[in-house]
T-cell receptor, first 114, second 112 residues
Framework: DGGITQSPKYLFRKEGQNVTLSCEQN?????MYWYRQDPGQGLRLIYY???????QKGDIAEGYSVSREKKESFPLTVTSAQKNPTAFYLC?????????????FGEGSRLTVL | GDSVTQMEGPVTLSEEAFLTINCTYT??????LFWYVQYPGEGLQLLLK?????DKGSNKGFEATYRKETTSFHLEKGSVQVSDSAVYFC???????????FGKGTKLSVKP
């Protein structure tokens, strides 16, 4: 079945460590997104990518990095510079250029900093 | 800048009650509007959308009408079920790159 797979589902990190969250899609979508979800704050855009080898910062990119070496994959690294990384992270994708707003989401990764 | 404001939750209803979740927006022009739903422990799913003024989006018994006069997109359902318990997000699409701006979400709990 086509869809978006995020891993790991749960992740624990010590302060000062970088961690990488995986996002893979087999929907043949061009555009991919990373959102952060905090209780009572909705979803905020971290980074997005319209095509391979290109990506743009979203509203809260500080302390995060991404890469887009393959169409199917858009990993997110939470660096030690991110001051409050404990959150639920959601990856999404859509057809590039469609501007439909119809995003397909993965099931999310919950990161907890100990 | 563009923004979305939803009524704060949580909302607790009995089964078969009528549901309204208010959503208003601020935007340049007339962006497409969306409702997404997040069931416990899952990602978001598109519930319905409307692309222009006076459009009504509908799905699974839920409806919302794009009202440009009141800049609103309220979600309604005539008779909720326990299985509708979830967090509901109102959203608009920003710019030409398909980025969504989300409201803060409204948690709905339906009791049998």
């Amino acid at each position: 079945d086509g869809g978006i797979t995020q891993s790991p589902k749960y992740l624990f990190r010590k302060e000062g460590q970088n961690v990488t969250l995986s996002c893979e899609q087999n929907l043949n979508h061009d555009a991919m997104y990373w959102y952060r979800q905090d209780p009572g704050q909705g979803l905020r855009l971290i980074y997005y990518s319209q095509i391979v080898n290109d990506f743009q910062k979203g509203d809260i990119a500080e302390g995060y990095s991404v890469s887009r070496e393959k169409k199917e994959s858009f990993p997110l690294t939470v660096t030690s510079a991110q001051k409050n990384p404990t959150a639920f992270y959601l990856c999404a994708s859509t057809i590039q250029g469609a501007n439909t707003g119809e995003l397909f989401f993965g099931e999310g990764s919950r990161l907890t900093v100990l | 800048g563009d923004s979305v404001t939803q009524m704060e939750g949580p909302v607790t209803l009995s089964e078969e009650a009528f549901l309204t979740i208010n959503c208003t927006y601020t935007a340049t022009g007339y962006p497409s509007l969306f409702w997404y739903v997040q069931y416990p422990g899952e990602g978001l799913q598109l519930l319905l959308k409307a692309t222009k003024a006076d459009d009504k989006g509908s799905n699974k018994g839920f409806e919302a009408t794009y009202r440009k006069e009141t800049t609103s997109f309220h979600l309604e359902k005539g008779s909720v079920q326990v299985s509708d318990s979830a967090v509901y997000f109102c959203a608009l699409v920003r710019g030409s790159q398909g980025n969504l701006i989300f409201g803060k979400g409204t948690k709905l709990s339906v009791k049998p």
